[in-house]
Structures are given as C-alpha cells and as structure tokens.
C-alpha cells in the first residue's frame, strides 16, 4: 500500500480517550502527543453512560477551552456513548449535546465486544456524528447513516478494526461516509498522518477515497468546533 511521507496530509483523529476514562494519558499529554505526531486535530471522546456524562463532558470542555487559547491544534469536546442500553440512546446523546459535547460518538457493534444488538441502529437513529467502529453493520443501517448523515468509522484500533473492511464496502455500496478514527488509549495507539491513510488503504479503499475520508474528518472537527456538530 502506498504511504506518502513526501506530501503534507492533514488528518485529524475524531476518536481519542484520557484519563477521564480508560486512556493512559491526561488530555495535557495526548494532545500534545498527537501534536507531535503530525495530527492537526482531535476530538477528546471519553467513555460515557448515564452514571458520567456529566463529568467527562465538564472535563474535556475544560481541556479543550486550554487547548483553543494556548494550543495550536484543532479540537472539540465529545464523548462516546458506551455498551448503553438501545433504548437509552436518543435521550443521552441530547443530554451529552445539552451538557456541552459538541461532537458524539457512540461505541458501535464492534467483533470484539459484547455490545448489545440494536445499538448501531440506535446510535444512528439517535443522530450522534459518529458510529465507531461498527462491526458487521447492515446494508439498511448504513443506509440509514447516509441519510441521516451519521459518520461510520474506520478504525485504527486493533481489534475493532477487523471489520474495517467490511464497513468500507458496505459504505461504498449504500454512499454512507466513512472517516479515520484512532480509538486511541495510549502513545503507541497515536498514528502519524501517513499511518491513518494507510489504515483507510488497508480497509480497501482507493487513495482518492482514503484522501477524501481523511478531508472528511477534518471538515466534521471543524464544524465541530464551531459549534456546528458533524
């Protein structure tokens, strides 16, 4: 697979965890970890439920608010609805919204967790910004995704990427939009620019496909961070 170090690529990662929750990093180090790296942006996307949104989206706002008056990369506040009840869905993506997330990400049907059945149609019908990692998603689902203009993630991490393939296909058949997402919970999970475009290319996609993926993200932070959601 081509990985080109000669061209500047701007990526950003919609996905990352901290210590809010189960990462290894306070979100001081992880962006400055990714700026390093070479990302221009990321989305600090704690693990939440009923029990935390609260807290996670106070928190990453905090991190955020420093990062926007001190720092030099792109981000936003988010958070990502995790192994939540199906039926729960729709009202705790508004309360993350209506507590400050300005970009929701829900913890899709991934093939190395027990995420209830439901969930992926649920986070979509429920309008989050991003379905991450989500598994063997249906036809119908992605479908769904594309109308409602729900993102579907390509991901980074081990694992949960063992269906990036088929999730590129079936968004290519049904015109769902896919990004890059890292899920990143530590230093070695942060890709360089070059490496998230060649996780998009090992998913299958052409290098036209796998660039506009990566201008996708980085237009979903944007709005974002303007307040705008994906």
Not at 94 to 100: I, S
Not at 130 to 137: D, E, K, R, T, Y
């Amino acid at each position: 697979m081509v990985s080109s170090d000669a061209v500047k690529l701007v990526v950003v990662d919609l996905h990352s965890h901290t210590t809010h929750s189960d990462g290894e990093l306070i979100p001081a180090e992880l962006l400055r970890r990714v700026e390093v790296a070479g990302l221009s942006g990321v989305v600090l996307t704690d693990h939440v439920d009923a029990s935390n949104v609260e807290r996670i989206v106070l928190e990453n706002g905090r991190a955020v608010a420093s990062e926007r008056k001190h720092g030099v990369l792109m981000c936003a506040v988010g958070c990502e609805l995790t192994h939540v009840r199906p039926a729960e869905m729709g009202d705790l993506v508004k309360r993350a919204r209506d507590l400050g997330a300005e970009f929701v990400v829900v913890h899709g049907e991934s093939p190395v967790e027990p995420v209830a059945p439901g969930t992926n149609r649920a986070a979509i019908e429920a309008g989050c910004d991003l379905l991450a990692h989500p598994g063997q998603i249906s036809e119908d689902d992605a479908k769904l995704a594309a109308e409602r203009g729900v993102l579907l993630e390509i991901s980074g991490k081990p694992g949960h990427s063992l269906a990036n393939g088929h999730v590129a296909a079936v968004a290519a058949r049904t015109g769902a939009e896919v990004v890059y997402g890292g899920d990143c919970h530590r230093v070695d999970d942060i890709r360089t620019p070059s490496g998230a475009r060649n996780v998009l290319l090992h998913a299958g996609l052409s290098e036209r496909d796998a660039d506009a993926a990566l201008e996708r993200g980085v237009a979903a932070l944007q709005r974002a961070s303007r307040g705008g959601g994906a």
